[in-house]
C-alpha cells in the first residue's frame, strides 16, 4: 500500500527529532545542572557562588523553562543582601529562550503523537515490516545527523555554539559579562557537556534501532 510507504518515510524522519528532544528534555531537569557542579573537573565559579548556591539558583532557572510561571518566578529572586539574582537582560533572554522550549516541545508532543498513530496503524494493519524498516531507517538518519552533529562538536565547540544561538535568537540578546548570574550558573562547558550527553544518547539508541531492526538472513 503507498499509504505505507508514506508512514514510513514519516516515521523515518521523525525518529531523530523525538530521540534529540528526549535527550534535551533529560538535561533540563534541575538534577543535571546539579550532578555537572559535583562532577570532577567542572569549573568553581570565580566570583564564589557555591556548589549549594548554583545548585539553588539553577533549579529555578531550569524549572521555569518547563513550568507555567510567568518571567516574575525568576525577577523576584533575591540574594541574601537583597540584590536582584538575574538582571533584565537575562530575564528577557529567558523568556526567548522559555518560548523556544515551548513550541520545540509542542512540536516534540505532536510529533511523537503522529509516531505513536503510526505505529499502531502498522500494528493493526500487521505491517510489521514497515515498522521494522521505518525503525532502521530512523536509526540510520540519526545516526548520520546527529554522528555529523558530533563531529562537528569535537571540532569546534564554540562555532557550533554560536550557529545554534543565531538559528533561535537575535544577536546580542544572548551575550553576557562572565559575572552575570547565568554564565556563573552555566559556563560553556556546561553547555559543551549538555550537547554531547544529548547527542551520544539520541546516537546510541539510533545505533541500538539499527542493529535491532537489521533484516536477519534466512537460513
Do not use: C
Amino acid at each position: 500500500m503507498k499509504i505505507n510507504k508514506i508512514l514510513v518515510v514519516a516515521l523515518a524522519i521523525f525518529i531523530p527529532y523525538i530521540l534529540l528532544m528526549a535527550g534535551v528534555r533529560l538535561v533540563m531537569t534541575p538534577a543535571f545542572p546539579a550532578w555537572e557542579y559535583k562532577r570532577a573537573g567542572f569549573p568553581e565559579d570565580p566570583y564564589g557562588f557555591t556548589i549549594q548556591e548554583r545548585t539553588k539558583w539553577s533549579d529555578y532557572a531550569v524549572s521555569y523553562l518547563t513550568n507555567d510561571q510567568g518571567i516574575s518566578y525568576l525577577g523576584n529572586l533575591q540574594d541574601e543582601v537583597g540584590r536582584k539574582m538575574f538582571t533584565p537582560d537575562e530575564l528577557s533572554h529567558m523568556i526567548d529562550v522559555k518560548n523556544v522550549v515551548t513550541i520545540s516541545s509542542t512540536v516534540w508532543y505532536v510529533v511523537g503523537g503522529l509516531s505513536i498513530a503510526m505505529l499502531l496503524w502498522f500494528v493493526i494493519m500487521r505491517q510489521w515490516e514497515s515498522i521494522r524498516k521505518a525503525l532502521n531507517a530512523g536509526g540510520w538518519i540519526t545516526i548520520g545527523l546527529l554522528g555529523a552533529l558530533l563531529a562537528f562538536l569535537a571540532v569546534s565547540f564554540d562555532q557550533l555554539f554560536v550557529y545554534f544561538h543565531r538559528i533561535f535568537f537575535q544577536d546580542g540578546t544572548w551575550t553576557f559579562l562572565e559575572s552575570s548570574t547565568l554564565i556563573r550558573l552555566f559556563p560553556f562547558v556546561f553547555w559543551r557537556d549538555a550537547f554531547v550527553l544529548v547527542i551520544a544518547l539520541a546516537l546510541l539508541v539510533g545505533v541500538l534501532l539499527v542493529v535491532l531492526t537489521q533484516k536477519r538472513k534466512r537460513a
